[in-house]
T-cell receptor, first 118, second 118 residues
Framework: NAGVTQTPKFRVLKTGQSMTLLCAQDMNHEYMYWYRQDPGMGLRLIHYSVGEGTTAKGEVPDGYNVSRLKKQNFLLGLESAAPSQTSVYFC?????????????????FGPGTRLTVL | AQKITQTQPGMFVQEKEAVTLDCTYDTSDPSYGLFWYKQPSSGEMIFLIYQGSYDQQNATEGRYSLNFQKARKSANLVISASQLGDSAMYFCAMREGGSRSNDYKLSFGAGTTVTVRA
């Protein structure tokens, strides 16, 4: 049981390049999330998904796209990377459903991807 | 408005002593969950403990306990018998529940860095 895994762990891009970050979870969770963490700050939600085939915008969605073609995978894409997207990216997953309605829905995080855009 | 406030940017604690990390929150939702995560220097986000807004007793998980004072809207984390491996950044987070359909994110505080001294 690997939990939440992310690939790659590190990446350096040049401005304007594109890339895709892959997140996979083996806990059969319905909900998945992408966050970014910048120095001195907590995490901010980029996009999330409440089930296979669904996606929605979070707090800071601009410049990113996502897809959830399979329940266990959640992809984060950067079409044209900018230096402002230099950050650590975390994927998370949770059960969702009724646990969301009563606030008990614990999110479990992957190890993170450190992205630098030059 | 900030939903989670952690006022202590950094703390030092002697090994084997207890340390309290402050967290205050702001919500008008009667149903919510409070979470603490640990982020060691390796970067991963590790779930530590959860407290639900309707829980009658304070949550405990091993050496971690949560001092939940609902009327004051505070959810302080207490780490007892500190160990060198407890040196890390600690984040308080809140998940609002209820019937609103669009608020899926965890709202994070800015974090508190704990350094345990031998």
């Amino acid at each position: 049981n690997a939990g939440v895994t992310q690939t790659p762990k590190f990446r350096v891009l040049k401005t304007g390049q594109s890339m895709t970050l892959l997140c996979a979870q083996d806990m059969n969770h319905e909900y998945m999330y992408w966050y970014r963490q910048d120095p001195g700050m907590g995490l901010r939600l980029i996009h999330y998904s409440v089930g296979e085939g669904t996606t929605a915008k979070g707090e800071v969605p601009d410049g990113y796209n996502v897809s959830r073609l399979k329940k266990q995978n959640f992809l984060l894409g950067l079409e044209s990377a900018a230096p402002s997207q230099t950050s650590v990216y975390f994927c998370a997953s949770s059960y969702g459903g009724t646990r969301r309605l009563n606030g008990t829905d614990t999110q479990y995080f992957g190890p993170g991807t450190r992205l630098t855009v030059l | 408005a900030q939903k989670i406030t952690q006022t202590q940017p950094g703390m030092f604690v002697q090994e084997k002593e207890a340390v309290t990390l402050d967290c205050t929150y702001d919500t008008s939702d009667p149903s919510y969950g409070l979470f603490w995560y640990k982020q060691p220097s390796s970067g991963e986000m590790i779930f530590l403990i959860y407290q639900g807004s309707y829980d009658q007793q304070n949550a405990t998980e091993g050496r971690y306990s949560l001092n939940f004072q609902k009327a004051r809207k505070s959810a302080n984390l207490v780490i007892s018998a500190s160990q060198l491996g407890d040196s890390a950044m600690y984040f308080c987070a809140m998940r609002e529940g209820g019937s609103r359909s669009n608020d899926y994110k965890l709202s994070f505080g800015a974090g508190t860095t704990v350094t345990v001294r031998a």
